[in-house]
């Protein structure tokens, strides 16, 4: 057994062993911490690329933690959808980090740094767990841990607006895994399993006994999923709370923490279900429904808003309906669009709220109409939102074009045009309240009589990054195209 | 008359359903902070309930390994895992009341329609 | 000549501008000399590599390369054809020319170092869209051009170009989606959209009648085809004059080609035939001659005017595709040409009247003619041009129009040339003859100064007027010539 072979149980452990040390650090030398965890990403980074290789060298394995095999121990899956998800997410996390490290000064005591590494640490270990595990129960912990650290990473800036943001998102989180854990119960009643692929080869014969069992437990799936991930009646939560977070938590939250949610519930749909169950019951429907509804009226009350926060946390609640709707259109293609707009959005949503971030901490401003001429003050930041923005709309030259076009081809060759009409209209929507802002930040003259404050080269390094990347992967996507296309057929057979 | 002898014969899945819309239900509609995490930890409790009870067979053995002759143990693995779901049950009943405390610091009340009140006069 | 040698010209045309603009911008900001310098330098350069190409396609070549894959089965990829040529070289002509009128006009404006750049950029961005290879390409550098001539539509950031600008914003984006979705239908019915292979839709379904419309929306608004005009006599006239004359003159041209390109490549001339579908053009194009023509009557602003003149003569452009016979193809596109020249003329004479007297009202224009006699000689000729005067290019391509239009049996468009000229010639005329012969009592606080722009404005103007001449003097017209090819290229593949 070489250390190689221990790899997908390191990528989590190591996030969490670092979150128990973190505050402990903290105390003796502040300093290193942020090395610390900068290293621990990297280091994460690193396995993760190494299970890419392994992947391409041997196809999907699995990983027992304690040597204990399935029916008694948990099981890690590792394919590549998975190992997909722990990039982004640590790729991202990584990418994030480098900004807070800056932005974090501004925002929160100096006492709770270390204590923000931690729940960081935390909520990207958490994250990593969900995509990788392959185990409903500990699908749940990581759930509940994910749960706890996304809401400390808001309460921890002790404004009044946070606590309260906080509070309500824990209380819907709560009744989300509460739903989750129900369904587990009601499953492991008829099946007598808790591992992803057992329980498919137990469901055909159970469902015929007890069919109002599973159709229960789907319904709390997708209510559980749903809410921890926004998906449209259920996103009540979401904008309080992205948009009252210090901006990096927002940037975490609203990039990466809604993504991993919805891609649970695309492994339980796909891995936990069997085919012919998928078929009899419409979860894709509802899912493709909700997900609808979820981007025109996420869009719609975007508009309205006066807080720039807000709006990108209603914008979000538009944006991760089109990763839903990937899923409902049960679709190759469409599934293609919805994986490659996790990769996309989580960039551009990331970098929207550090411009938000930036914005907030040089000019003091957050209301959207406060906004005119921020572009001749902050030009690079401003040309970052543009992009963003952009990307939002699906300009050419932006990712945000290229899910589009999988999305609305999955769409078609789904036989569904209406929902290409959908994507087609939100796009419009989009434009309706992004490019206001644009435009009044670069024509209008800024008036302000208080001095812009000068801002971290790092923080505007990272948004720099960001921008890059999002027209990189509108540009060039193909590498990722190619690799979700083979990683998709893999799974699903397309 | 079936359905009737089934919802006897499964009393405590019964139960625990009705506990865990009692707990969602005032998690939901309750004003009070306090009575939202008392909620929660029902909605939790009526599934940790819901959990070991299937786990149970009557007459079954506790399982520890020793002869027991024709009998049968009991699953351990539904009781494992609901130590675990207590465990994370009560870490959030624990930030959530802390949360509370809090809010309570800020505002002088533990009430949420008179917080959206608060709030609203302050505008 | 292998592949690569083969397409460096035509990459080097699109690509040149594009990579200029980050040096002019740069220039800019050391010396505004240098900077005008190398804008015209680069639109010299890429007009040269244009025209270089002629001998090429005229002998039948048509120059394809793939630059690289942007998605499985999505390419980056050019093709120069015949069609391509013609507008590309019209289009780098005109910018030479507009841009050497810039360097006076606009150092009286502010903010030169963001006008040259974008400037120059979008010449680029429509060679791109000229010399596209597949519908994707093509769609990419459509919103590129439309998005970065936002830019130039509210250059002088008043609050009507502001509100221009937004309309015209929302106009494009809404335009770029009918394009996607046009687009996207199409890539699933075809299985790819390239330009090289033949039609990509084979039958005609409700599928594909909705791509059809989306094209006919997407390009169509850049066209300014009703009811989609709406941001057009807004946005051209609040942008800087020669802009507007790019604006007019180039850019709403690329609709035109783009449904050009639909009508052949995306489906077939049968196929709009049997669908019914050259009637919902003919319908659109009526109204659009007829509205165009109308309210540019009721115009006083001069710009305005021009601006709703340039819609009907649009509406000319698709009533030729709506028909799609061979001699109405060739009208079609000699039209391109002519309209192309004439309202850059016309534009730019009017931004030369503007840039003197500041005089933008029609009504307050009485004698001006004595004052720029020149000036006033180029837009007359331009106008009645317009109108459709023989021996001028206008006449050629309205006549070749109207005979297409007979040949396919149908006189009620003839009618509706001829009406259309009649109004043009009611809202060009009430311009010219008063400049010329009106206002006299005005003289005495006046005199007779002359008062021309300078001669780098006139020189441009003079040049786009005595093109609208020569080419329907000359028995050797070259634009009519290149026409009649394009037009059998497109309709049997080629005389070659």
Known sequence: MTLQHHFPALIIVIFLICAFIMPLLFRWRSTLCAPALLLVHLLALAMAVALLVRLYAGGPFYYHLGNWAPPWGIELKIDFLRVYMVLILVGLGLWIFVYALKDLAHELKREVTGWYYALYALLIGSMSGMALTNDMFNLFVFMEICGIASCAIISIKESRECLEASFKYLILSAMGTGCYLMAIAMIYMVTGQLNFQLIREALPAAAGLYPNNLLVATALIIVAFGTKAALFPLHVWLPDAHASAPSPSSAVLSGLVIKIYAFSLFNILFFVFPASFRQAVPINEIVLWLATLGILFGSIFAMVQEDLKKMLAYSSIAQIGYVFMGIGLNQPTALLGGFYHILNHALMKGMLFMVAGVIIQATGRRRVKDLNGIGHVLPLVMIAFTVGGFSMIGIPGTGGLISKWYLAEGALLANRLFFVIVIVLSSLLNAVYYLPIIINAFLNPYEGREPVKPVSRLMVGAITAGMIAVIFFGVYPKPVIVFLKAALAAVIGM | METLKNLAHNYYYLVAVVLFVIGMHTMLTHSNLIKKVIAMNIMDTSVFLLFVAIGYIRGGQAPIMRDIGDGFYINPLPGALILTGIVVGVSVTAYALSLVVKIYRYYGTVDADEIVEIRSREQ | ?496
């Open chain 3, 1 to 496: 000549m292998n592949e690569a040698a083969a397409s460096a010209v035509p990459v080097f045309a699109f690509l040149f501008p594009i990579l200029m603009t980050p040096v002019i911008m740069f220039a800019g900001r050391r010396s505004g000399r240098l900077r005008n310098a190398l804008a015209l330098a680069t639109t010299v350069v890429t007009f040269l590599a244009v025209i270089s190409l002629y001998p090429r396609i005229i002998g039948g070549e048509v120059i394809q390369f793939t630059f690289f894959e942007i998605l499985p089965e999505l390419h980056i990829s050019f093709r120069v054809d015949l069609l391509s040529f013609c507008l590309a070289a019209l289009s780098a002509f005109i910018w030479v020319l507009c841009t050497i009128y810039s360097i006076d006009y606009m150092a009286r404006e502010h903010a030169g170092s963001r006008y040259y750049p974008v400037l120059i950029f979008t010449l680029g961005a429509c060679l791109g869209i000229f010399m596209a290879g597949d519908f994707f390409t093509l769609f990419i550098f459509f919103e590129l051009m439309s998005l970065i001539a936002y830019i130039l539509v509210i250059h002088e950031e008043t609050p009507a170009a502001l509100k221009a600008g937004y309309k015209y914003l929302i106009m494009t984006i809404i335009g770029g989606l009918a394009l996607f979705f046009g687009i996207i239908i199409t890539f699933e019915l075809g299985g790819t959209v390239s330009l090289s292979g033949g039609p990509l839709v084979q039958e005609t379904s409700l599928l594909a009648f909705l791509a059809f419309i989306s094209f006919l929306i997407g390009f169509g608004m850049k066209a300014g085809i009703f009811p989609l005009h709406v941001w057009l006599p807004d946005a051209h006239p609040v942008a800087p004059s020669p802009a507007s004359a790019l604006l007019s003159g180039i850019m709403l041209k690329t609709g035109a080609y783009g449904l050009l390109r639909v009508i052949f490549h995306v489906f077939s001339v049968e196929l709009v035939k049997s669908g019914g579908w050259d009637k919902i053009m003919g319908v659109i194009a009526v109204i659009t001659i007829l509205l165009g023509s109308a309210v540019a009557l009721t115009q006083d602003d001069i710009k305005r005017r021009l601006a709703y003149s340039s819609i009907g003569q649009m509406g000319y452009i698709l009533l030729g595709m709506s028909i799609l016979n061979e001699n109405t193809l060739i009208g079609d596109i000699f039209h391109i040409f002519t309209h192309a020249m004439i309202k850059s003329t016309l534009f730019l004479a009017a931004g030369a009247i503007i840039w003197k007297t500041g005089k933008r009202l029609i009504s307050e224009m009485p004698g001006i003619g004595r004052q720029m006699p020149f000036t006033l000689g180029c837009f007359s000729l331009a106008a009645l041009a317009m109108i459709g005067i023989p021996p001028l290019n206008g006449f050629l391509s309205k006549w070749t129009l109207g005979l297409g239009a007979l040949e396919a049996g149908m006189p009620f468009y003839v009618l509706i040339l001829l009406v259309s000229s009649l109004l043009n010639a009611l809202y060009y005329l009430p311009i010219i003859v008063p400049a010329f012969f009106g206002g006299l009592e005005s003289d005495h606080e006046h005199g007779f100064d002359i008062k021309e722009a300078t001669p780098r404005m006139l020189v441009p103007v003079a040049i786009l007027a005595l093109g609208t001449l020569i080419f329907g003097l000359l028995p050797s017209n070259i634009p009519f010539d290149l026409s009649r090819l394009t037009a059998s290229y497109l309709l049997r593949g080629g005389p070659f």
